[in-house]
């Protein structure tokens, strides 16, 4: 069974930093690609940043440069460090598992991230 874990949402002023992370299991860690989705109230679930098995990023172009993805494939967790907080990052962020084994794509529950002006 997959199972993704995000911790380390809250609420945070304009301009300051957070850092989620992601433990999975039920996942051959290694040969996945892992990520980061948001969805904010109201609207579509939206990608935010992924990395591959071999270490490549892709990040939407509202994040980049703020936001920095980062896999640990020995502890099976994947992080994404958030600087320079807008309120229009305010959102629910999900883990994000796909592209190896099992096959599917496979979501965490979310954890809540409010950034006040």
């Known amino acids: 069974q997959v199972q993704l874990v995000e911790s380390g949402g809250g609420l945070v002023q304009a301009g300051g930093s957070l850092r989620l992370s992601c433990a999975a299991s039920?996942?051959?860690?290694?040969?996945?690609?892992m990520g980061w989705y948001r969805q904010a109230p109201g609207k579509q679930l939206d990608l935010v940043a992924t990395?591959?098995?071999?270490?490549?990023?892709n990040y939407a172009d509202s994040v980049k440069g703020r936001f920095t993805i980062s896999r640990d494939n020995a502890k099976k967790t994947v992080s994404l460090q958030m600087n320079a907080l807008k309120p229009e990052d305010t959102a629910v962020y999900l883990c994000?598992?796909?592209?190896?084994?099992?096959?599917?794509?496979?979501w965490g529950q979310g954890t809540q991230v409010t950034v006040s002006s």
């Open positions: 990395i591959t098995r071999g270490g490549s990023t």
């Open positions: 039920g996942i051959i860690f290694s040969i996945n690609t």
């Open positions: 994000y598992t796909g592209g190896g084994l099992p096959k599917g794509d496979y």
